[in-house]
């Protein structure tokens, strides 16, 4: 069955024209390499260093991306991650090409896993990922459907 | 203590990171499971490890782990320490178990970088 399925845990706000963008890039990932899981998130990181976010803001954000290239890199064909930085926030969506997410209550769950051996032996796969992402940003979304893909959307707001 | 007493108390030797070794160090965090150490892990503190895969080195640099500690004789693959090297994280190889690595640096004055976790926000 093709459904939608969309859980807003807070409410997301758009980002006002009138702010300057400090940055704004996108990232590809390759699905099933985990070769390159987490060379996204090393990016953004440097990249968020050199604009001189805080170190925590840095962290966080990094910790976000790289749960979500996570889950790109084991579940889906590829993604793409879009990072906008401006003068009060970080943002970062991914999209993904995958199977998509049939029930994202459940998958929202702390310990609920689909993870194969594969995705196990990194160190990831316990259920854990949309947890941490969720925890370590301001705001959260999540939509997906499934046979299309998934669509994070993270906001950490910088003092 | 520094980075070269971690190295004495576990008999460990340093895969990677020699010219790293007056790294002050005084927190630490062990598992095996990134998401975990992603969880909870706090920036400065040392590694702890039996995962042995790029995923190590990509976890400490997101987190800016001060260096990891591979624990029960494990070896890192080549992809590893080349990873390591570029982005500048010691590793050092012990035979010691994770409990006995934990409580030999305990010992010595390396407390957790937490000691529990909160848990009242889980649903």
Redesign the interface.
């Known amino acids: 069955m093709q459904k939608e399925s969309s859980v807003a845990y807070k409410k997301l706000t758009p980002v006002g024209e009138a702010n300057h963008n400090l940055y704004s890039g996108t990232f590809h990932i390759e699905g099933g390499n985990f070769n390159s899981a987490g060379m996204v998130s090393t990016s953004i990181k440097s990249i968020l260093k050199e604009l001189g976010i805080p170190g925590d803001i840095v962290r966080r954000a990094a910790i976000v991306s790289y749960e979500a290239e996570i889950n790109v890199v084991s579940y889906a064909k590829k993604g793409l991650v879009t990072l906008l930085v401006d003068a009060g926030s970080v943002n970062i969506e991914v999209k993904d090409e995958g199977p998509g997410i049939p029930n994202i209550e459940l998958a929202m769950q702390e310990g609920y896993s689909t993870a194969d051996q594969r995705i196990r032996e990194m160190g990831f796969g316990a259920g854990m990922g949309l947890c941490n992402i969720k925890n370590y940003s301001d705001l959260f979304h999540i939509e997906s459907e499934v046979g299309k893909g998934t669509h994070l959307k993270m906001i950490i707001y910088t003092p | 203590m520094k980075l070269r007493d971690v190295r004495d108390i576990l008999d460990a030797e340093v895969i990677v990171g020699e010219d790293n070794l007056d790294l002050e160090v005084q927190t630490a965090f062990g598992a ?8 909870f892990a706090k ?1 400065g503190s040392l590694l702890l ?1 039996g ?1 042995t ?4 080195i ?2 400490a ?4 782990i001060a260096a990891i500690i591979l624990v029960r004789g494990k070896r890192p693959s080549t ?1 590893t320490i080349a990873l390591a090297k570029e ?1 500048k994280i010691p590793i050092l190889a012990t035979k010691y178990i994770l409990f006995e690595t934990a409580g030999r640096l305990y010992a010595k004055g390396i407390v957790g970088c937490l000691q529990k976790v909160d848990t009242s ?3």
């Open positions: 095996d499971l990134m998401s975990d150490v992603l969880a920036s490890t995962l895969n790029t995923q190590v990509r976890t640099n997101v987190l800016d992809e982005l926000g889980r649903s």
